[in-house]
C-alpha cells in the first residue's frame, strides 16, 4: 500500500506525519525531501527495539555523529531522572539546538524523549519514529511531552512539535497481541469521538485490524490519524476542542495509578476500560443516546476487548481512584472533570461532578 503523508499545522509550524511500509529504509531520501537538516544526532531507543532496526537507522545518517541512549520504558521509567541522563548526554557530546534527538520507540520513549528535547537549550530538532500502534495513532501526534510524578501520571510536560513523524507500519508486525490491543482502544476513541463513519468501520473490521491486515490497519491508522490532527489544528493547547481526546483518560489515568502502573493493566487497556466508564456514567447521566451506548458496549465484548472492571479492582480500591481522578490536570476545583460521549461523534467537555457522586457510581459497578 502506498505511503500516506498528513501535514501537522500547529501555531506558525507545521510538520509531516507519515505513515506506510518499510520507511526506515528510505530514512535519508525522507529527511532530504522534508528539508531536515542536522550534524550530530542522538537516538533514543527502548529495549524492544531490535538492533537490526537501529543499524539500518544508523545505516542511513551517512556523515553525521551517531550516538545512541538505551532506555527501558515503564511508566515508573517516564520520570525525571530518565530525562536528565538524556539531558546529559546532550550537554556531555556539545549539541546544538540545531542538531537532533531521535525517539525510536513507543508512546513512553518518546514522551520522555519529546521532553528533554524540548528542555535542553530551550529546545532542539525532534524526530519522532513511533514502534507501538497506540503511539502512531496517539503520543506521536500534537506535540504533548509528559512524564509521571509519585502525584499522577503525566503531571510534568510540555508542548514541544516534533520536526517529522515516521509511522512505520513493519514496526507493529513484531508487537504482542496485548500490544495491539492497547493501540485500539486509542483507535476505537478516536472515532467515537468525532466519526461515526469511522466506528462502523472499525465495528466491521475490527478482526481484520487487530490482525494487522493489509489495507485494513493502514486505513485505521491514517483515518485516526486524521482525526487528531484536525482537532489538535484547532486547539494546540488544549483550552478545549483537544480535551474531547481526553475520553475515558480521566478514569484510564487513575486505574494505571491506582495499580502502580503495573503490568496488570497497560495504558490502552486501562483507557478501555475508562471509556467504558465514562459510557455507563453517560448512561447513568441520561446522556447518551440508547442505541449508541449499546452498540459500543457490544463492540467492547465481542472484541474481546478489556469490559469488566471486577477483573482489575474491588470496592477497596475506589477511594484510591477518586483521590487520581481528583488530581487530574483538566480540573478547575474540588470537582472531578469528564468528558461524556451523547452520540458516536459528539461529546459534552467540561462536565463537573462530585467525588461523592462518582464514589456512588463506583460501589454500583464493583459491589453489584
Known sequence: MKEKKLIIKAGIEKYPVIIGNNLIDKFDKILNKNLINFNKCLIVFDNNVGKRRINIIKGKL?????????????????????????????????????????????????????????????????????????????????????????????????????????????????????????????????????????????????????????????????????????IVEKDEKESNLRKTLNFGHTFGHAFEATTGYSKKLNHGEAIILGIQMSLKFSKIQKIIKKNDFTSIIDHLKNSNLPSNIKNYFSSKDINKILTFMNKDKKNKSDKINLILLKKVGSTIINKEYSRKKLKDFFQKELLN
Do not use: M, W
Open 62 to 230: 551517512k556523515n553525521k555523529q551517531i550516538y545512541t541512549h538505551l532506555f527501558k520504558p515503564s511508566e515508573k521509567n517516564k520520570n525525571q531522572k530518565s530525562v536528565n541522563l538524556i539531558v546529559d548526554t546532550l550537554l556531555k557530546k556539545n549539541f546544538s539546538r540545531q542538531d537532533c534527538l531521535i525517539s525510536l520507540g513507543g508512546g513512553i520513549t518518546g514522551d520522555v524523549s519529546g521532553f528533554a528535547a524540548s528542555i535542553f537549550k530551550r529546545g532542539l530538532q525532534f524526530i519522532n519514529i513511533p514502534t507501538t500502534l497506540l503511539s502512531q495513532v496517539d503520543s506521536s501526534i500534537g506535540g504533548k511531552t509528559g512524564i509521571n510524578t509519585s502525584h499522577g501520571k503525566n503531571l510534568i510536560g510540555s508542548f514541544y512539535q516534533p520536526k517529522l513523524v515516521l509511522s512505520d507500519i513493519n514496526f507493529l508486525f513484531t508487537l504482542p497481541k496485548r500490544e495491539i490491543t492497547c493501540g485500539y482502544g486509542e483507535i476505537l476513541k478516536h472515532s467515537l469521538i468525532s466519526n461515526n463513519k469511522f466506528y462502523k468501520f472499525l465495528k466491521k473490521n475490527i478482526l481484520k485490524i487487530l490482525s494487522l491486515k493489509t489495507p485494513f490497519i493502514q486505513k485505521a491508522i491514517y483515518e485516526s490519524c486524521k482525526i487528531k490532527k484536525n
